[in-house]
């Protein structure tokens, strides 16, 4: 009778042992010159993810890793002078999709589509193409979408880009939300906040060190919620008392 309690209250145990399976997570961040060379936040980002456990990620891209103060997993899709309406111009994005098959996308495009001055219809209208192209890739695709960081390069002065910038951001907030499904979800990051373009930039435009890390803090908690959502945990335990 002893070993039958025992045997049972055992196996009570073990029901309560719910094994969530964690799986590898294939990430692709895409974006620019601010995401590809070298792109150190992502540097910063991966490090970040790894000391808080999160380390069911594969970073992939076409673009290899590199150029930072250390060695980290930083496969990537960022294109120096790219723009979001030159990539949907140039189909280039379904390629990049295929070779890298990635389930989550953190993009950050626009920079250089305000640069030269494209209206902000255009380029919102590009993010929508591309976005229907990484579902035509996975239809469960969850998409990050950064608001860009402030740009405020030398000698452009009469550019108005600092407004420019603002009139795109709240434009990708108010599409995000209308593009969004429940099975591919789009979440907006706001990487524009507590940026000075004076103090966290090397030109005004490109992240010094200062940057990179609140790049990687922005980030951070999007991407960490995304990919719980994607991979799962390792084991979790509860005990019913």
Request: aromatic fraction near 8%; include cysteine.
């Amino acid at each position: 009778m002893v070993a039958l309690q025992s045997a049972f209250r055992l196996s009570v145990f073990l029901a309560a042992i719910t094994p969530v399976v964690s799986v590898t997570v294939r990430i692709t961040p895409l974006g620019d010159s601010i995401t590809g060379g070298p792109g150190c936040w992502r540097a910063l980002l991966w490090q970040n993810l790894q000391k808080a456990g999160v380390t069911n990620t594969d970073f992939v891209g076409t673009q290899p890793s590199g150029g930072c103060a250390f060695s980290f997993d930083g496969e990537h899709e960022g294109h120096g002078g790219f723009k979001a309406t030159g990539i949907v111009a140039d189909k280039q994005l379904p390629g990049w999709l295929a070779y890298s098959r990635p389930d989550i996308v953190m993009m950050e495009l626009g920079t250089n589509d305000v640069w030269s001055s494209l209206p902000t219809a255009d380029i919102i209208a590009s993010f929508g193409v591309l976005v229907d192209q990484m579902r035509a890739q996975k239809s469960t695709m969850r998409i990050l979408v950064a608001q860009i960081t402030p740009m405020n390069p030398g000698g452009c002065s009469t550019c108005n880009l600092p407004q420019k910038v603002v009139n795109l951001n709240t434009a990708i907030a108010a599409w995000g939300p209308g593009k969004s499904t429940t099975a591919s979800p789009i979440t907006v990051v706001d990487c524009w906040t507590g940026f000075n373009t004076a103090t966290d930039f090397t030109d005004g435009v490109h992240p010094n060190d200062s940057g990179n890390a609140k790049l990687a803090k922005c980030w951070f908690e999007p991407l960490k919620a995304a990919i719980a959502l994607v991979g799962g945990s390792a084991l979790t335990t509860s005990v019913s008392k």
